[in-house]
């Protein structure tokens, strides 16, 4: 599906995230992956910080023991992540990833540009922001919720040349309704939830001293 074909859909429909997430699954070059870690530690530092490097305050945290995260397929690629970059954690990834998830879900709901940018790829942006011209073109607004992330996982892991590149496998309960300019819902309805699965990618240069990762690449699965 072309992203014309998305914002064709966007138009009539109105559940555009949902057109959306199938379509971002191609990636156009080495755009930088983002992390699944919500609360990575500093690096040389026992501070928690967030997939943009910034302070946590966040008492009760604890990261999860590398076991929880690390799966054996992706040893290999592991260690050579941490071979470029000793703080790297696979365990604090999916943390982060987790934590990235509902954030990025939301900015898009609420067309939060700016957030968008700090977490996504250029080329990732630019099919969102496109999608969210085509509901504002239409006068459409999502009053979507997100209940819960039932799941996060690592389900693939890479390293090319200095980039990074892990996707985490999301299941989530969401309740997806579609209003009008008058504020008429025209698809879905608050009492009705739907179960997606998402597929992301996120990537980060590992030689850099920022600490950001971003997401290239979403698919349905």
Partial sequence: MEIFDIIILA????????R?????GNKTGNEPLPPSNPHPRAAGSDRVVDLQGRPVED????APAEAEAADPRFATAFNAMRRLDSHFSPAQFVNGAAQAYPMILEAFWAGDRGTLKNYLSPAVFDQFDAALKAREEAGHK?????LEVTAADIVDARLEGKT???????SAEIIAVTRDKD???????LSDSVVVNDNWTFAR?????DPSWSLVATRAG
Avoid at 13 to 18: E, N, R, S
Avoid at 59 to 62: E, R
Avoid at 183 to 189: L, P, R, S
Wanted: without cysteine; charged residues 25%.
């Fill in 205 to 209: 240069d590992l030689k850099s001293r």
């Fill in 142 to 146: 999502l009053d979507n919720r997100l």
């Fill in 11 to 18: 138009m009539v429909a109105g559940f555009i995230f949902l």
């Fill in 20 to 24: 959306l997430r199938g379509e971002l």
């Fill in 164 to 170: 990074a590149e892990i996707t985490v496998h999301f």
């Fill in 183 to 189: 504020g008429k819902a025209i698809e879905g309805n």
């Fill in 59 to 62: 008492a009760d945290y604890a």
